[in-house]
């Protein structure tokens, strides 16, 4: 089974720059999150979406951060402007159903480093 | 606001020795406690916990929940220098239909040989 697959890995870019991160989920898994990671820190949750709704978005920065998962399957996301404390590691991961009992487990793809300066 | 705080942040130990990470939480309609491995990539999963005092183990690697006192305790006998990672403990919340994961900041490991 194939995991969660993230692009780039990598990023570097100019503050006020935009950038836009991929995320395909694990085949049959309906919920996809996003986390931001700040060294140091444990991921924190961006957003949530179940099929192509959003179930939760409230740590979204939402006037610099969008995301979108339009038919369901792969998502993305997006900063415009960028600024420097948005250096951090984007992780998103998937589970295969929200809220199914015995199956919270959430897997995590690679993720995406940003370094913005 | 849920709130997961883990201990210590960081820890350094040789191989052989026995470590036990700690994280306790604050979280209402609490649905269950995860322990994750985190190296240089994403997170993988340890162990989920859903009831008091029933230990689940996997190898070398142990952990129980007291959802009394509101905290977890993960066991790793016998280091070994691959057990170097990250260790992050989360617990999910149930809301309606929305079950969501707060994470604490982690514990570094770090095995010497």
């Known amino acids: 089974e194939a995991g969660v697959a993230q692009s780039p890995r990598y990023k570097i870019i100019e503050k006020r720059q935009s950038v836009a991160f991929w995320c395909n989920p694990i085949s049959g898994h309906a919920t996809l999150y996003w986390y931001q990671q700040i060294l140091g820190q444990g991921p924190k949750l961006l957003i949530q979406?179940?099929?192509?709704?959003?179930?939760?978005d409230s740590q979204l920065p939402k006037d610099r951060f969008s995301a979108e998962r339009l038919k369901g399957v792969d998502s993305t996301l997006k900063i415009q402007p960028a600024k420097l404390e948005d250096s951090a590691v984007y992780l998103c991961a998937s589970s295969l159903k929200l809220g199914l009992a015995g199956e919270p487990q959430q897997y995590f793809g690679p993720g995406t480093r940003l370094t913005v300066t | 606001e849920d709130k997961v705080v883990q201990s210590p942040l960081s820890l350094v130990v040789h191989e052989g020795d026995t470590v036990t990470l700690n994280c306790s939480y604050e979280v209402t309609n609490f649905r269950s406690l995860l322990w994750y491995k985190q190296e240089k990539k994403a997170p993988t999963f340890l162990f989920m916990l859903t009831s008091s005092g029933i230990e689940k183990k996997s190898g070398r690697l142990s952990s129980i929940l007291d959802k009394k006192e509101l905290f977890s305790i993960l066991n790793i006998t016998a280091t070994q220098t691959g057990d170097s990672a990250i260790y992050l403990c989360?617990?999910?919340?149930?809301?309606?239909?929305?079950?969501?994961?707060?994470f604490g900041k982690g514990t570094l490991l770090t095995v010497n040989p």
């Open positions: 989360a617990v999910e919340r149930r809301g309606g239909s929305n079950y969501k994961l707060t």
């Open positions: 979406f179940q099929n192509n709704g959003v179930v939760d």
